[in-house]
């Protein structure tokens, strides 16, 4: 996620410790779920969700590329979906403002970004509210141009012997913002990029899930530029 950071995103200097989303109203968290591909991430979600294993709800789906596999993912769970292109709108803050009001407009009480290749500029009343899942432990392999099977070539290319995923509170710049949780696999000698990218994904899959439920159960703390998880 991109632009420059101000006093209201995740890297304030706040010294008070917040829980996240501690006002939201009772019932299951709302997610909005941004995708510029397959959707695979969001699958797993509402595959999650309608097990009873997730207690949140994907009450709209946002995609930015109109030929996005995601599209008909959405249509075949019954998601509300609308595609917003980049190229249509003039400036990253002007695409930002249209993704959020649709956002709004649905009572989104939380951003899932999954897979979104789009540039945001986060407004106040999202701070603290939008997450993102990055195939790489954080803050190795991030940043512009890092996303999918680039990040795993880097990883190959680099020589780790470990590589894993990480979520994290997205800020106004490319995933720098807080890291919530992590976790890790090995890197095993021969793997291709797509053997390594479906290890990774596996770690994904449960981790994601994870944090949204600590964020609907109201575990999910926060002070200055960092956050954590607090124990069941």
Same mark, same amino acid.
């Given at each position: *996620? =991109? ?10 200097? /706040?010294?008070?410790?917040? %829980?996240?989303?501690?006002?939201? =109203? ?14 695979? %991430? *969001? ?58 009001? &649709? ?42 141009? *890092? ?19 990480? &979520?994290?509170?997205?800020?106004? %710049? ?11 696999? =090995?890197?095993? =000698?021969?793997? %291709? ?6 290890? &990774? ?29 607090? /124990?069941?």
């Amino acid at each position: *996620m =991109p632009a420059t950071p101000d006093d209201s995103t995740p890297t304030n200097d /706040d010294a008070a410790e917040h %829980t996240v989303l501690a006002d939201r =109203p009772a019932g299951p968290l709302k997610l909005g779920v941004l995708v510029s591909g397959g959707g695979t %991430t *969001m699958d797993n979600l509402a595959q999650r969700i309608a097990a009873g294993t997730l207690d949140t709800a994907i009450v709209q789906v946002v995609v930015s590329n109109d030929r996005a596999g995601a599209i008909a993912l959405a249509e075949r769970l019954g998601l509300p979906c609308q595609v917003l292109r980049r190229k249509d709108h003039d400036s990253t803050d002007a695409y930002s403002d249209a993704v959020f009001s &649709v956002l709004r407009e649905r009572g989104v009480e939380l951003v899932c970004l999954a897979g979104f290749l789009s540039l945001l500029r986060i407004p106040d009343d999202y701070a603290w509210r939008v997450v993102n899942i990055h195939p790489s432990l954080l803050p190795s392999f991030g940043g512009k141009g *890092m996303y999918g099977r680039h990040v795993h070539v880097a990883v190959l290319t680099a020589g780790a012997k470990v590589s894993g995923c990480t &979520v994290h509170f997205a800020d106004n %710049t490319y995933d720098t913002g807080p890291i919530l949780a992590q976790r890790a696999c =090995p890197v095993r =000698p021969g793997d %291709t990029a797509e053997a390594l990218a479906a290890r &990774v994904f596996e770690q994904e899959c449960a981790l994601y899930p994870e944090v949204l439920a600590a964020l609907a159960a109201g575990r999910v703390r926060r002070r200055g530029g960092h956050a954590w998880i607090e /124990d069941a």
